[in-house]
């Protein structure tokens, strides 16, 4: 597998919007969508010795403030499953234009923290981004829909989850029939081609009201001249494929799963040592010694199990430390931090501690460790916290 080199752009943290889409889910409305395919990630720049020196309290303040919202959302990663999903899908995408119905999607599965949502997103900015350029005059164009299956989800609450993307009204008096007559008449008009379905183990087919939202959304994908692409928690497990209706759903879409990074043969462990060397490289720290991080790919890989969400939560919160233990800043800042950046996948305590080897994935032939592969030296600049916290690099 190929190592992992370029970044993606993400939205910087705490930019000021006119706006301002609903605090819930920024991606589910016309607006956020839009905000989130416009943003273009600036990291900042970082002054020099004398520079720095310079700055007054109030200046130095809102220089660090400007660094830790960026590393609060670093770039993300190319990641495999993001060229997977977006190499796929804009496939299918092609492939359906031309169909006039029977139109084949994809299915993004895996568990929590794998990366499906940023992979979903990832790949509607992009074909966003090819629409514009190819429709450059065409400002009332929304190629790309986001919605994402609440929980309990009756077909009218899908239907009125597509309505809220595009900002239409849908009254308590509104049946089913008006609200989707309403979207897919916007989405017609709209010209969308690509319409991405989040949280899709939302839907569960052994219910009656899941069975019918399955329904709803086959309605709108028979109706919308688009490619549908669904991401879900572990939807192989959950019946979504099972049945008749499961057997129609899985012989028309294409699954991608999500998996956590794997750490057993030499190309698995370039791969990780990539993700963690092009998350190390987007780091904007005073005092970090390039390489530091990358260095520590075996034990950041039993630290974080090899979920990528993990990962970049324990980086980013270090470099969040890092940036407030300035001795320049005042301290007792840390702590608070340091108790609300648990990895959602930490290992428990008691779980690997520095510097253990993290175990091979199950389904790894047992010889697959690189014997050559050298042991992360234990470092002060990254020590690991207390299992569930934050890793601490020296003052950034
Ligand atoms: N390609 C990536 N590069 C960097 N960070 C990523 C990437 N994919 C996911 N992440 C991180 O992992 C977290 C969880 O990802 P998400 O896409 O929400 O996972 P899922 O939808 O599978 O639960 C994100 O908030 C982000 O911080
Ligand atoms: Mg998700």
């Not at 994402?148 to 239409?168: H, K, N, Q, S």
């Not at 840390?334 to 990895?343: A, I, V």
């Amino acid at each position: 597998m190929a190592v992992v080199t370029a970044v993606l752009p993400v939205p910087a943290a705490g930019e000021p919007d006119s706006e301002e889409p609903a605090a819930d889910n920024p991606l589910t409305t016309k607006e956020g969508w839009r905000r989130f395919v416009d943003t273009e990630p600036s990291p900042p720049v970082l002054l020099d010795a004398a520079a720095l020196a310079s700055l007054d309290a109030a200046q130095r303040a809102g220089y660090d403030e400007a660094r830790i919202d960026y590393h609060a959302g670093l770039p993300l990663v190319n990641t495999p499953v993001i060229r997977q999903v977006i190499g796929t899908s804009r496939l299918l995408i092609q492939l359906n234009r031309h169909q006039v119905s029977a139109r084949r999607g994809v299915i993004i599965s895996g568990a929590s923290g794998t990366g499906k949502t940023t992979a979903l997103s990832q790949l509607g900015r992009a074909c966003e981004l090819a629409a514009r350029k190819r429709h450059p005059q065409d400002r009332h164009r929304l190629p790309v829909v986001y919605i994402t299956v609440p929980p309990a989800a009756t077909p009218r609450m899908v239907a009125i989850e597509f309505a809220r993307f595009f900002g239409l009204p849908a009254p308590a008096r509104a049946n089913l029939t008006d609200v989707t007559n309403a979207v897919c008449a916007t989405a017609s008009h709209t010209k969308v081609d690509l319409v991405l379905v989040d949280e899709i183990h939302n839907i569960s087919l052994a219910t009656r009201a899941g069975a019918e939202v399955s329904d709803t959304l086959k309605y709108f994908a028979e109706r919308l001249p688009a490619t549908f692409v669904y991401a879900g928690l572990d939807v192989d497990e959950i019946g979504l494929f099972a049945g008749t209706r499961g057997r129609q759903i899985a012989g028309r879409f294409t699954l991608i799963a999500a998996r956590p990074f794997d750490y057993g043969t030499t190309g698995q462990r370039d791969t990780w040592r990539g993700l963690t060397s092009t998350m190390e490289s987007s780091l904007r720290l005073h005092q970090h010694k390039p390489g530091i991080l990358t260095g520590l790919d075996e034990y950041l890989f039993g630290r974080t199990s090899g979920m990528i969400g993990s990962l970049s939560q324990l980086i980013r919160g270090a470099a969040i430390l890092a940036i407030q233990d300035a001795p320049s800043r005042s301290p007792g800042t840390c702590s608070t931090w340091s108790q609300s950046t648990t990895p959602r996948n930490a290992p428990p305590a008691g779980g690997p501690a520095a510097g253990a080897r993290p175990r091979p994935r199950r389904e790894l032939p047992a010889k697959a460790a690189d014997p050559g592969a050298t042991r992360p030296a234990r470092n002060r600049r990254l020590l690991p916290g207390p299992p569930g916290q934050p890793a601490r690099p020296g003052p950034g």
